[in-house]
């Protein structure tokens, strides 16, 4: 049954009323033991406090709360000292917003995280155009995009004014609407999607909040639609009061692991260290999502593609957000001139970097780029036109600088040619046989054991295969897909989606179809197409 009729924001029409009554509490007697109102684990043992640093809410599983205005200093304090809290629902933005917050300041946010407190940033911002809740600022079903993007821009804003640091989890709060209008869940789809996307631009996380009949099951509808940039979080609404983020309506694989929060308390109040708050019971289990290793071209925490036209010779980044790609804008021009290209940090300054073939001299160049567009060129070597499959492999020999690796067509023979930020060491030998395989490709750490990856495709039979790494070389392959010679132009590009495992890209030959391949450690979960029209591009970095 879905208890949250009552959303999360019921206590802001009362809102001045509670802060009265918060400040006479804070000064009356403290409340015996036996009147305290608690439910379930907030009778849990109190855990130490640390100070909290980086990114809200941070790592933390256990109880929360929120209340309608972000409580005084001294309610904090008594409340560390005495509740087993250690994590707060913070209202800090949004037009729908009704309460006052004169205590919610930087310096606020700065004391509280330095007392160990958990901070959760929640925005409530404009509501579904058939909202069942006295909201007053609705999405315009037909700028939902749009607007949904400027309400990212203003939760950015306010959170960095309140000191809320980047890759900060911003929750949006959308109460309860109605299921029969098909025109408003797709306006707040599209309105959810594009703040997700804003927030990555911007360098945060997105988190949804809502009730179980409406938003979190439109969201668990989406979760895998093709085009859709879910939220990074799901902060769902049951009061059955039960302290669990598992629920038999969301599957165990979505937001998984650590990405979730549930309230599953409404309205009462608690009385610790002596001060009253009327609260909501939470309960958290999160952690930051897994930063992507490599393939973050802009900077902002996502993998991005990079790819060439052909028919133009121009270069283009097509920005990540997770889950699909963004407008794409000109990086370079004039790139006809080069037959392979690959895309690494290979200077190890933080920024994606180019490594190219000149066809016409067999020159190695390495593109170095920078915050304010490309360096200088420097050749990395000559007679590189009698290799093939040159591919990137991250730190392969964990020296601390990026590799390449590279199959010599006269012989098949597979070589590591080991980076120094702006040359290469003298090339290790890695094996035989390599001249029956193609479509190398660095993936990184797959199977998640401490060493880069590589996968390639057999050409007779078309199976993918992941060679694992080991120290000096490579180990047994393994087997990770068939019918792979349908595809092309297949490119490591880090953690697409942060789940903590590399991904794929690969181009369809016959469709011209993009799809990302999402791994699995030992395997590739079912593709998702991420665009069409790809048959001009190549190739993909």
Known sequence: ????????????????????????????????????????????????????????????????????????????????????????????????????????????????QAAGWHLVPVYLGLQAPCTTSTKRYLIDAANAAAQGRTQAEDAVAQAKALGLAPESVLIFDMEAYRTDDAACRSAVLAFLSAWTARLHDLGYLSGFYSSMASGVADQVAAYNTAGYVRPDYLDFARWDGVATVSDPAIPSSYWSPQRRMKQYRGDHNETWGGVTINIDNDYLDVAPIPATSFGDFNGNGWSDLVSRQPATGNLYLYPGNGTSLGIRTTIGTGWNGMDAIVRTDFTGDGHGDLIARDKATGYLWLYPHTPSGWGSRIRLGTGWNSMREITTADDFNRDGYRDVLAVQTSTGYLYLYPGRGTSFGPRTFLGTGWNTMDELAGIGDFNRDGYQDLIARQKSTGHLFLYPGRAGGLGTKLQVGTAWNSMRDLVGVGDFNRDGYPDLLAIEKSTSYLYFYRGRGTSFAARIRLGVGWGGMQPLL
């Open 1 to 112: 049954m879905d208890n949250r009729y009552f959303p999360r924001s019921a206590r802001h029409l009362s809102c001045a009323l509670l802060v009265g009554v918060m400040t006479l509490l804070a000064f009356a007697p403290a409340a015996p033991a036996a009147d305290r109102t608690t439910a379930g684990p907030t009778t849990a043992a109190r855990t130490t406090t640390a100070a909290v640093t980086g990114p809200s809410p941070g790592t933390f599983t256990g109880p929360g709360f929120d209340a309608c205005t972000a409580p005084s200093a001294e309610t904090m304090q008594a409340w560390l000292a005495a509740s087993p809290y250690r994590a707060i629902v913070i209202y800090f933005g949004g037009v729908n917003r009704a309460c006052t917050q004169p205590n919610l300041t930087a310096s606020w946010v700065a004391a509280q």
